[in-house]
């Protein structure tokens, strides 16, 4: 991999712009960008600081974005330029094995990194390391692992995020501002397809099958993200039936199932239904309730410290009624500061006005900390730049909506904080490892045979993809609009004989063009973006007979798609593979229905040299592929043979 010096990011002058983080690819901000991806990414670069050591043709930009204010906090944005003279390795895999594999390689391909605390230490602050791909003083941002946020998008708008890693990771964003950040990036910029490769987890549990359960969509589904392709021959029909087989699992007749068995899930469901509003009447409902409660309760790690009140003991020197009296008026200063945290010394200065004993406020004070007052809960925490005790107040009334209201019966609040986070996280892996993953083979029968069936359908399913609006402009209010793609008669087929074309790009042509200048353009436009067409000349307009002078206004409507043909004259071009899949002349064809590389483990037959699945072929992921391997039809043709005399 290319490599990259960041040292010189470190040494910035004070008048470098900062931008909002929380704002940053919003409309408008930094810029408003009306064009192609190509064009606007080359906008955006304008506004980034060019780092001055640079290496192997690779340029890089960097954007510094503000956290918040108070304390103060920072994180980078690297934006790196890849040309392909400069790649090391010019087919993407990503992009073979989410199904575009039939794209032309691209010009150029843009890196959007966002490091974490630990790859920012390394290549902002060592400047001795030295790295596997390094040579000294050297960094290589784009090839190193463990990034907080690293996404790369081809000059054709079609990209993948590589990953994301929230706080668990190190990182210091939570993996849902990350993802807001990329979607913003994604959307402004123009992109046209992005594509996710989910194997994502929390707790030990694969979110993509915990969310597809409960929510009909992986994790990265409130961002757009999608079906984009199935490995071992999963298909989309495939994917939703295996979610509408678990989601709909009636839970009566699971816990009659399951309860002979293991007692513990018939009291894990008890408790949670007891909690809910409404009737719990599926598995889907169960997993649904459970994760929109975890996304309620408060984040303090254990609420077993949150008591109904302060416990006063009989030595106290006051009585009760005075420490609730205090403790009232306390929270009413509180509720006047409108829910912000606010120093310890200006609570007391408020509460001072009605209760003059500054013995009682201190005690008071001291012992509220987690608790809870009326509906409120009286948060404590210790401000990490002042070193000073603030206090801020929590309406808990809300925690829990309900057709009663916000005030809820101290019966039912107590009650409903029995159960901690910790508590619901624990019984929500019991629940996805009895019940998803793991499920005995003695207890999945009949109908329940088919949960383990349809769990592995949805982990199999781990290539996501949202479409931006990026194959067309934002707006166009002067010329002609016409979608635009190529052919290459020199050119590689589809295993059907028909030419491949590329995806469709949206140019804008002024109303008094002709077709010779159409066809100026639209060799100029894809010449840009795809290495294979560096020459490529437009010979003639499929779907469109037309002489050269003629004007296109008035021959062709506003919209329309015109397939353009013509030659490559780079001589032996083809020979290095022009395609994203590269020169693949492999055979798949596995026993799971896949018919292309997946990225999966395979393994190919000896004897028809034709690729399978290592896991169809029942060779477990931990042990090593055999030396020789035959498939099942060449097995079965060697034992029919005939023997010799």
Request: charged residues 25%; neutral net charge; proline residues 4%.
């Amino acid at each position: 991999m290319s490599q990259l010096d960041l040292t010189g990011c470190k040494k910035r002058k004070r008048g470098d712009r900062v931008f909002r983080f929380k704002t940053f690819g919003e409309k408008g901000y930094p810029a408003e960008f009306k064009g192609s991806f190509r064009e606007n990414v080359v906008a955006l670069l304008e506004f980034g600081h060019l780092e001055s050591n640079m290496s192997c043709g690779m340029l890089c930009w960097s954007f510094q974005l503000e956290l918040h204010r108070h304390p103060p906090a920072h994180i980078l944005l690297f934006v790196v330029e890849e040309p392909i003279e400069a790649s090391t390795h010019r087919h993407c895999n990503h992009c073979k094995y989410v199904g575009w594999g039939h794209h032309m390689i691209c010009n150029r391909k843009y890196h959007f990194v966002v490091p974490s605390r630990e790859t920012e230490a390394v290549f902002g602050h060592d400047s001795n390391y030295e790295g596997p791909d390094s040579r000294k003083g050297e960094r290589s941002i784009v090839g190193v692992e463990g990034h907080a946020m690293h996404g790369v998008i081809h000059s054709n708008g079609f990209g993948h995020l590589l990953c994301v890693n929230g706080l668990e990771m190190g990182s210091d964003l939570a993996g849902r501002h990350i993802m807001d950040f990329w979607d913003r990036l994604c959307t402004s910029l123009r992109a046209r397809k992005v594509s996710i490769y989910d194997i994502s987890q929390k707790k030990g549990m694969d979110l993509r099958l915990l969310h597809g359960v409960a929510y009909s969509k992986p994790w990265f589904g409130r961002w757009g993200y999608g079906f984009g392709r199935g490995s071992f021959g999963v298909t989309q029909p495939m994917y939703q039936k295996a979610i509408d087989a678990i989601q709909g699992m009636p839970l009566c007749l699971l816990i009659h199932h399951l309860g002979s068995s293991n007692h513990d899930i018939p009291l894990i469901f008890s408790r949670y239904q007891t909690l809910s509003d409404h009737s719990l009447v599926t598995v889907g409902n169960l997993f649904h309730f459970m994760l929109e409660l975890k996304s309620r309760l408060p984040k303090e790690t254990c609420l077993d410290s949150y008591n109904p009140g302060i416990s006063v003991e009989t030595t106290c020197r006051w009585s009760p009624k005075r420490v609730e009296m205090a403790a009232r008026v306390i929270v009413e200063a509180l509720r006047r500061a409108e829910f912000r945290w606010v120093s310890r010394q200006e609570v007391r200065d408020a509460a001072r006005a009605y209760i003059g004993d500054t013995g009682l406020l201190d005690f008071v004070l001291k012992s509220l900390g987690n608790h809870i007052v009326g509906n409120y809960l009286v948060r404590r925490s210790l401000n990490p730049v002042t070193k000073v005790l603030e206090y801020c107040l929590e309406d808990i009334s809300t925690v829990f909506p309900s057709d009663e209201g916000l005030v809820m019966n101290d019966s039912k609040l107590k009650a409903r904080y029995k159960i901690t986070r910790i508590q619901l996280m624990k019984d929500m892996f019991y629940l996805y490892k009895n019940i998803l993953k793991e499920q005995k083979q003695t207890v999945a029968t009949g109908i329940f045979s088919t949960i383990p069936v349809a769990a592995r359908v949805i982990l199999d399913t781990k290539y996501l993809i949202k479409e931006y609006c990026g194959g067309q402009p934002s707006e166009v209010k002067v010329g002609l609009k016409l979608y635009c793609t190529v052919v290459s008669r020199n050119n590689d087929e589809d295993d059907d004989g028909t030419e491949k074309a590329l995806p469709f790009e949206c140019i804008i042509f002024k109303d008094n063009s002709t077709v010779h200048e159409l066809k100026l353009e639209v060799e100029r436009n894809f010449r840009e973006i795809y290495w294979g067409l560096r020459s490529f000349c437009v010979e003639s307009i499929v779907n469109l007979n037309a002489k050269g002078s003629d004007l296109v206004f008035g021959l062709v409507e506003a919209g329309s798609e015109l397939l353009f043909e013509g030659n490559d004259s780079k001589v032996g071009i083809n020979n290095e593979g022009i395609y994203e899949s590269g020169h693949n002349n492999c055979t798949v064809d596995c026993p799971c229905g896949a018919k292309d590389d997946d990225g999966e483990r395979m393994i190919s037959c000896d004897i028809c040299e034709v690729w399978q699945h290592t896991r169809c072929a029942q060779i477990p992921n931990n042990e090593e592929i055999p030396h020789i391997f035959l498939c099942n039809q060449c097995e079965q043709e060697i034992i029919l043979f005939p023997s010799l005399p």
